[in-house]
């Protein structure tokens, strides 16, 4: 991109400065600029751009954007514009020669299931025989290379990067989470949606948007701008989904397990290894368990039919597709060993999630099984939702084990006297802060009598303390303590 072409591109209020010539890679943090790159100014939540435009003019920047009059400090350019925020995706996929434009790109958004609906077509679209990239909260997937995702929806920089490396690759299709705070943000702002999926709204979240009116208009920035050759997929089973679709100009595709909507889906059957579905007559199997999956399931085959496939062609594959990490992942192996705990993790991190999976291993336990549920709450988020997770945790768990979640910079044992306000005087649960101690009690003191729910990290490997990540799986974690405990068995039959 040219100067000239910036100029045009952004439409400044001001311009001082020259031309700088050849310009770099356009820059959201000042520390990462090197000489003659382009410094954007974004007022964030947390911190201000404007406050580092010294710094990034120190390190070479040759152009500075700016919503605010700044004055020169070097030879740099300096363009003023109406909206710094606005102005950021399209200019990130300017930079990137707009791949945006040459993938099919599909947006999940919604509180509960955006990982598990975008993994499973990603999956669909494989068997398919396409080559479909993914973008989420557990990670990103591009070609044959999986990276690590530091956030549910990247910056709009890295976003365009990602986009330039799949659309180099080969890749045709992108199957993208979209996350509240990026609709809010802007960060997907310009990008085109073949499809945008809506899987439910419940408490999350709310130290961000501080109300549901709030959290529920951000999703919907999705659909208010999806153009009319688009498609919308909603769950119409959710209080939310009519408000989603309101102002949408996309045509709209509404399911329900309840009789609403055009698209009408059942459970013909459950078990603990599979779900036997129906929608609109067709009948098919997945590998997932549990109702939410269910609802998982059918919105994946509706996104597919969007694109264009038989239906009954994508009901054939999805017995093949089995979500995400992380998501209700059986820790044992494909055997039991004698008197072993059923062991599941799960991310389940809010209320509605919680009760999710709580319902369903409440409904899978045998009889004489009880149901152990470990869980805690994270650190410096929405602190009311800890009672209500105990709330829930007390209907559905015969035994409950508080313990640690990401504590991030706050008091383990603060967070964990919120979570006790919610349990009834006469419950009998155990409170122990060490989530190791916690999944180790769990399993070494729990036979086959027992279902074991892991709930809040899931896919996480890591565990954040006062700002420090260090390593911590739950399912690492518990595959170890069933080891020792197998290994103690072994020695208490010896003996």
């Not at 008197?339 to 409440?362: G, I, K, Q, R, W």
């Not at 009880?370 to 929405?382: A, E, N």
Request: proline content about 3%.
């Amino acid at each position: 991109m040219t100067f000239k072409e910036l100029i045009s591109f952004c439409k400044p209020i001001s311009i001082q400065g020259d031309d700088p010539g050849t310009m770099g890679k356009l820059r959201l943090d000042s520390r990462k600029v090197e000489k003659g790159d382009l410094f954007i100014a974004i007022k964030g939540t947390q911190t201000d751009g404007h406050r580092y435009i010294g710094q990034a003019v120190k390190q070479g920047a040759s152009v500075i954007i700016s919503e605010e009059k700044v004055s020169q400090l070097n030879s740099e350019a300096i363009l003023q514009v109406k909206s710094t925020r606005d102005l950021l995706s399209p200019l990130a996929q300017k930079f990137a020669g707009d791949p945006a434009k040459e993938l099919t790109i599909i947006g999940i958004t919604g509180t509960n299931g955006k990982t598990t609906v975008a993994t499973l077509v990603w999956q669909l679209l494989k068997e398919l025989n396409q080559n479909p990239a993914l973008l989420g909260t557990v990670h990103k997937v591009i070609g044959d290379r999986v990276y690590d995702s530091r956030l549910t929806t990247a910056d709009p920089t890295e976003l365009a990067t990602d986009m330039r490396q799949m659309v180099d690759e080969g890749c045709n299709f992108l199957v993208m989470e979209v996350s509240s705070h990026a609709l809010h943000q802007k960060r997907v702002a310009g990008i085109d949606f073949e499809v945008a999926a809506f899987t439910n709204l419940s408490l999350d979240h709310l130290d961000y948007h501080k109300s549901m009116d709030e959290y529920a208009d951000a999703k919907k920035i999705l659909f208010d701008e999806l153009p009319k050759s688009s498609w919308a997929i909603i769950n119409g089973d959710d209080p939310y989904a009519q408000h989603m679709v309101a102002d949408t100009k996309a045509k709209v595709i509404e399911f329900s397990f309840k009789g609403l909507g055009q698209v009408q889906a059942s459970i013909i059957k459950m078990t603990a290894e599979q779900t036997v579905l129906s929608v609109n007559g067709t009948k098919f199997f997945s590998p997932l368990v549990g109702k939410f999956n269910a609802y998982n399931v059918v919105q994946a085959l509706l996104i597919g039919t969007s694109l264009g496939y038989d239906g009954k062609l994508v009901a054939d594959q999805l017995p093949s597709c089995r979500g995400a990490e992380g998501r209700l992942e059986k820790v044992n192996p494909n055997y039991l060993s004698a008197n072993e705990p059923l062991v599941f993790v799960d991310y389940a991190h809010t209320p509605d999630a919680l009760e999710n999976v709580a319902s369903t291993l409440s409904e899978l336990k045998t009889k004489g099984q009880k149901l152990l549920i470990v869980f805690g709450c994270g650190g410096d988020r929405d602190t009311s939702k800890r009672p209500k997770m105990a709330e829930i945790a007390e209907t559905y768990g015969d035994k409950i084990l508080v313990t640690s979640d990401n504590p991030r910079t706050e008091d383990p044992l603060k967070i964990i006297k919120d979570i006790e306000s919610g349990f009834s005087k006469s419950l009998t649960y155990q409170s122990i802060p060490s989530r190791r101690e916690a999944i180790e009690t769990a399993v070494l003191n729990h036979g086959s009598d027992t279902i074991i729910l892991i709930a809040g990290k899931g896919h996480e490997t890591y565990q954040e303390i006062n700002g420090i990540r260090d390593h911590f799986d739950d399912r690492e974690e518990a595959r170890r303590a069933l080891i020792s405990r197998k290994k103690n068995a072994n020695r208490l039959e010896v003996n």
